[in-house]
């Protein structure tokens, strides 16, 4: 079973657009809540990550919106450039226990010139 | 420096071979990950080691088995490769209680002829 959700399968943003992803999960056990970014080649890299006792969390042009309620999660990219082209995972683990991190299905960015 | 490594990068083999993938990590953590991306570059874990113990087991075949001599290493075994088994295999360490970031290696590219 998924345990994290994610949309679009791809994406495709002009340059200096904004490109959001966005990630939804049921296990309310999760409380933290990474972003990779993977290119071609090579393995995933930890882009951003926020827990969920903040509604949002900004570095650079990235920022993590969190709805705890909802059980939602999105990435922004603002003024997305075409070296941001990549797939992107969200993820989740919990604190207490194995912190398994559970993987969404990737985004395939393509920021387009 | 490589962080976490894994050797080799690619790897072709016939069916039935038996093969091993290794990885290595000199960040010090506590707990190392094997990672499946399949062709829809969907990640699933394999397993995971803390302290020389398996922690995780998810439902892999039992052709499959993780193999750790130190806390830096965590190598995996694949006996009697199948066609299904082609994918890249990542590696992953992370450190228990400070971080639930992973670091993952560049991936291994496993595939079965």
């Known amino acids: 079973q998924q345990q994290v959700k994610q949309s679009p399968q791809s994406l495709i943003v002009q340059k200096g657009g904004i490109s959001i992803i966005n990630c939804a999960y049921e296990n309310t056990a999760f409380d933290y809540f990474p972003w990779y970014q993977q290119f071609p080649g090579k393995g995933p890299a930890l882009l951003i990550a926020?827990?969920?006792?903040?509604s949002e969390k900004k570095e650079g042009r990235f920022t993590i919106s969190f709805n705890k309620s909802a059980k939602q999660f999105s990435l922004h990219i603002m003024d997305s450039q075409p070296g941001d082209s990549a797939t992107y995972f969200c993820?989740?683990?919990?604190?207490?226990?194995?912190?398994?991190?559970?993987f969404g299905t990737g985004t395939r960015l393509t920021v387009i010139p | 420096d490589t962080a976490v490594s894994q050797t080799p990068k690619y790897l072709v083999t016939q069916m039935g071979n038996d093969k091993s993938i290794k990885c290595e990590q000199n960040?010090?953590?506590?707990?190392m990950y094997w990672y499946k991306q399949d062709s829809k570059k969907f990640l699933k874990i394999m397993f995971s080691y803390n302290n020389k113990e398996l922690i995780i087991n998810e439902t892999v075949p039992n052709r499959f088995s993780p193999k750790s001599p130190d806390k830096a290493h965590l190598n995996l075994h694949i006996n009697s490769l199948e066609l299904g088994d082609s994918a890249v295999y990542f590696c992953?360490?992370?450190?228990?209680?400070?971080?639930?970031?992973?670091?993952f290696g560049s991936g291994t590219r496993l595939t079965v002829v």
């Open positions: 992953a360490s992370s450190q228990e209680g400070k971080t639930h970031g992973y670091t």
């Open positions: 960040l010090g953590h506590d707990t």
């Open positions: 926020i827990r969920p006792d903040v």
């Open positions: 993820a989740a683990s919990r604190r207490t226990g194995a912190n398994n991190l559970f």
